[in-house]
């Protein structure tokens, strides 16, 4: 089992920047890939980035480039940086942990992921 907890969310405008941390606690947290999805109103979930157990990253099209995730596996935190965000950035943004999948692989689907946060609410004005 792990617990995980995201903060940083808020309220940007346009072109500014935030940080999501989202902070596990129980098993070992090297242990798992970890995920970051977000949700839109009306809209399905969608990964947004992960990060797998041997730190290579993936990013779904729309955010390379402007987002960055990273993981410190001694503070049990995977961390999202979000540059120059846009209005259509706003969502509810979660994060995920993968224990199940290979050992270098990074899911993009929300089924491969066993534990998720309660979620953080970004949201950027125009």
């Known amino acids: 089992q792990v617990q995980l907890v995201e903060s940083g969310g808020g309220l940007v405008q346009a072109g500014g920047s935030l940080r999501l941390s989202c902070e596990g606690s129980?098993?070992?947290?090297?242990?798992?890939?970890m995920g970051w999805f977000r949700q839109a109103p009306g809209k399905e979930r969608e990964f947004v980035a992960g990060v797998s157990r041997i730190r290579s990253t993936y990013y779904v099209e729309s955010v390379k480039g402007r987002f960055t995730i990273s993981r410190d596996n001694a503070k049990n935190t995977v961390y999202l940086q979000m540059n120059s965000l846009k209005p259509e950035d706003t969502a509810v943004y979660y994060c995920a942990a993968d224990y199940s999948s290979a050992y270098t692989a990074i899911a993009t689907s929300g089924s491969e992921y066993e534990y998720w946060g309660q979620g953080t609410q970004v949201t950027v004005s125009s």
């Open positions: 129980g098993r070992t947290f090297s242990t798992y890939a």
